[in-house]
């Protein structure tokens, strides 16, 4: 008996929304900017592979499906990283010291 393929990467894919699940709530606060870091560095090498995708194809047609999930990709971790970011800013502000007013 053989196992579908899809559903062999569904499967995966179902065990890992939950295993990152889990592993994100279970950071304590003071590890979370510095793991926005490494998120934001992970989605900029993302961002690198869905512009291989986006690019990959004939130039005839722009609207192929590895096309379209490429530009979707990009979009998506573009938005990550940004997010990222400014949640990491936010974090930093939280962080240092208020100037008292005289």
């Known amino acids: 008996m053989e196992i579908d393929p899809f559903i062999f990467r569904f499967s995966i894919f179902i065990l890992s929304i939950f295993i990152g699940y889990y592993v994100v709530w279970s950071v304590t606060p003071s590890l979370h900017t510095p793991l926005m870091s490494v998120t934001n560095a992970i989605s900029s090498v993302i961002i690198v592979g869905a512009i291989i995708a986006g690019l990959s194809g004939n130039s005839e047609n722009i609207f192929d499906i590895p096309n379209i999930f490429g530009f ?31």
């Open 72 to 102: 979707l990709g990009i979009f998506l971790a573009a938005i990550n990283i940004f997010g990222g970011f400014l949640v990491t800013q936010r974090m930093l502000q939280m962080y240092k010291k208020k100037k008292k007013d005289k």
